[in-house]
């Protein structure tokens, strides 16, 4: 965000303004992490509460209080899925992701990874490996919060941070996992190989 808005923003008189703890519930005023911590909890899939209390609420009582009357929603069209009750310039127009990396690069900007957050359940197995090999401490912090968690039921896919479609495993299993293989991708060809996946985090 910092780039893009030193880089590209401002030379066109624009800013980026980032909403603090000021603007989520008054129940989620810790960032994501810490509150998950305190909580004994993390992000469930079946239940979006990360999305709507630190991102959608925000972003919704922002728009209310400073009476903004238009919403341009910045998703390209690999996400029209997504589309609500606002304006999608880029779905509308046809423009997709592979298409905004050739806007950017036009720009002589560098092409940004996809964003999302390191604790998200949504992510898919690969990711999981990519974050246990670059960011070892975070795989670690989101393992802890796994194992971690207040178990409300027997269920074990309640308590389980990870979504798999051949199963479900624990953070800990998968590193395990991790652990006994060999490095076979250095980071350049993991950049290669992780596919663009559209977030379904709702906004």
């Known amino acids: 965000m910092d780039y893009f808005e030193e880089e590209w923003l401002r030379p066109w008189g624009m800013s980026i303004i980032r909403l603090g703890s ?4 008054p129940n989620m005023k810790k960032p994501l992490v810490p509150y998950c911590q305190d909580h004994r909890c993390f992000p469930l899939a079946a239940m979006r509460w990360c999305t709507s209390g630190y991102k959608s609420r925000p972003l919704a009582r922002w728009v209310h209080e ?17 589309q609500r009750d606002a304006i ?12 905004c ?15 999302g957050c390191y604790i998200c359940p949504f992510q898919s197995r690969s990711q999981w490996h990519e974050l246990w090999q670059r960011y070892p401490d975070l795989f670690g ?37 991790f652990e006994a293989q060999l490095p076979l991708l250095d980071d350049a060809e993991m950049d290669d190989l992780l596919a663009y996946r559209p977030c379904v985090c709702g906004l």
Not at 22 to 25: E, G, S
Not at 72 to 77: D, V
């Open 101 to 115: 990396v050739a806007i950017i690069e036009a720009e002589s900007l560098s092409v940004p990874r996809k964003s």
């Open 88 to 99: 999608y310039p880029l779905v509308e127009r046809g423009i997709d992701r592979k298409t």
């Open 141 to 177: 912090v989101a393992e802890a919060l796994e194992a971690n968690a207040r178990r409300k039921s027997d269920n074990p896919n309640r308590w389980r941070l990870t979504i798999d479609p051949n199963g479900r495993w624990t953070l800990a299993e998968l590193r395990v996992g």
């Open 22 to 25: 000021d603007w989520r519930p």
């Open 66 to 82: 400073r009476q903004v009357s238009i919403q341009l929603i910045g998703i390209a069209s690999d996400e029209r899925h997504r």
